[in-house]
């Protein structure tokens, strides 16, 4: 017969109607202080604004309310310095805290937790938390952003193929696919910003679920702690994970819009394609083929935006079948958000690497735009001369046709050629063939012609100016 070591319950939080003990593998298994250790600021932050509000209801006197704050002052001090010391028993960042806080200023210490649950500790720690994780996370978007405007604006006269089914469509300025990654992750930007607004809402004073029973001034609470708004409903205030699920559905929207900027530049690094090179510093060799130079910093970032989709899914279905309130299964958020964090600033900051350091190769892609690309060019030609766009587009095909039939490119058919397809085609029709015509006559705003690529670079600098400025 195997006899489990049990560990004693009476130093718990909890453990006063418990007789029995705890299985050191539940015990284990119960714990979150390995990684929720990670709040240990915003958790003492929690402390200090408490105590002031439970002081004005007269639960702590003033000279009780200056011994809590020093003692948790002490505490910081030592996280900050490493000397914090976790012991048996230390189940989460919460109990560890107040362990310490009684072991510092004695019996006042367990006043501070009064009307107080670790339901709405954790919750109103976690909003703390996520909002600077938040705040941090944009500003390493807005510096990948300002690379970007920064080659935009340096390489506006690069023409290159754009693509369509991953088929040569019709030129572009390069300038103007850096772009369109800009364009994205703006708009993830502000969607930044609306899910900091919403998590920035207090559940401290909350309790396990009921409310508060002291009369502390919660609306003061949120302000002490900087914090928007306040919980309406305490039911809610518990139980609310709303903030990690945005957070993460929003991680997976922009890491999908960074793979798919990845997976442009796999390509463009190929030898078959050879518009670009990555540094060596974000690139890798083979074991074997020493010729190899593999992009395994973009790689990586494909991957990745499948291990945050995988955090999103994961915690959605944790909290897709949960009944009112608190439950323990809400203890899964915490791994779920501190991982999608780390992941993604990791991401981003090798993204903004990578397109600071790489290396175009413009007459690789000046070579890849041919002329067939300039076909629907021959229907606008058409249409400027009175043709509906249904019929030009027909006659276009026609003249691509014939130049298949006399096994040569569109711009070496003859004018005598093209006015077989077609009456109307003069000698005009040779500045067809000129790719930079072509790019600067889609002039309407966000199209790919220098002045439409100037004017989404001053608004987006506009734009990032009044960012930086709130």
């Not at 006899?3 to 539940?26: S, Y």
């Not at 929720?36 to 702590?60: F, N, P």
């Not at 364009?183 to 207090?202: F, G, H, P, V, Y």
């Not at 600071?356 to 058409?382: F, G, H, Q, V």
């Amino acid at each position: 017969m195997i006899t489990r070591m049990t560990c004693p319950v009476e130093k718990k939080l909890w453990g006063g109607r418990f007789t029995g003990a705890t299985d050191p593998i539940m015990e284990k298994f119960n714990a979150s202080i390995s990684y929720d250790r990670r709040m240990w600021k915003e958790d003492i932050l929690g402390s200090q604004a408490y105590v002031k509000a439970i002081e004005k209801v007269g639960i702590v006197t003033g000279e009780e309310k200056d011994q809590i704050h020093k003692g948790l002052e002490t505490i910081k001090e030592e996280w900050k310095t490493d000397k914090f010391s976790i012991k048996p028993g230390d189940e989460d960042i919460h109990t560890a805290n107040e362990r310490r806080l009684k072991e510092l200023v004695g019996i006042c210490g367990g006043k501070l937790h009064t009307g107080r649950s670790r339901n709405d500790q954790v919750g109103t720690d976690m909003r703390l938390w996520i909002v600077n994780a938040e705040a941090s996370l944009q500003n390493i978007l807005l510096a990948f952003v300002e690379v970007m405007l920064k080659r935009a604006k340096e390489e506006i006269d690069v023409l290159m193929p754009g693509y369509t089914h991953l088929q040569r469509a019709q030129p572009i300025r390069w300038s103007h696919w850096i772009l369109s990654y800009a364009w994205m992750i703006q708009r993830d930007l502000k969607r930044l910003t609306e899910i900091r607004e919403r998590a920035s809402c207090l559940p401290l004073g909350s309790g396990a679920l009921a409310g508060n029973p002291f009369g502390v001034d919660r609306i003061a609470l949120a302000k002490e702690l900087g914090l928007n708004e306040i919980f309406w409903n305490s039911l809610d205030a518990v139980s609310d994970r709303d903030f990690v699920v945005e957070f993460l559905f929003w991680a997976s929207l922009l890491s999908t819009h960074l793979s798919r900027w990845a997976e442009d530049l796999i390509l463009y690094c190929t030898k078959e394609f050879n518009f670009v090179s990555l540094s060596d510093a974000y690139s890798t060799g083979s074991s074997l083929m020493p010729q190899k130079k593999n992009a395994d910093s973009l790689e990586l970032i494909r991957g990745k935006a499948g291990r945050l989709f995988g955090n999103m899914a994961g915690f959605m279905m944790t909290v897709k079948g949960l009944p009112s309130t608190y439950n323990k299964d809400l203890q899964e958020d915490k791994e779920a958000m501190f991982d999608t964090f780390d992941t993604l600033s990791g991401i981003l900051q090798v993204a903004t690497g990578v397109l600071s350091t790489l290396k175009i190769n413009r007459e690789s892609m000046k070579a890849a735009l041919s002329p067939d690309m300039l076909a629907t060019d021959i229907a606008y030609y058409l249409v400027r001369k009175g043709i509906p766009f249904r019929d030009a587009h027909g006659l276009a095909g026609n003249c691509v046709a014939l130049a298949e039939k006399k096994n040569c490119s569109l711009s070496e058919l003859s004018v005598a050629d093209l006015k077989t397809v077609n009456p109307l085609f003069e000698e005009d029709v040779q500045k067809l063939w000129h790719y930079e015509n072509s790019v600067d006559q889609y002039s309407a705003q966000g199209g790919t012609s220098k002045k439409s690529v100037q004017e989404q670079i001053h608004i987006l600098e506009k734009w990032l100016e009044d960012v930086k400025k709130h």
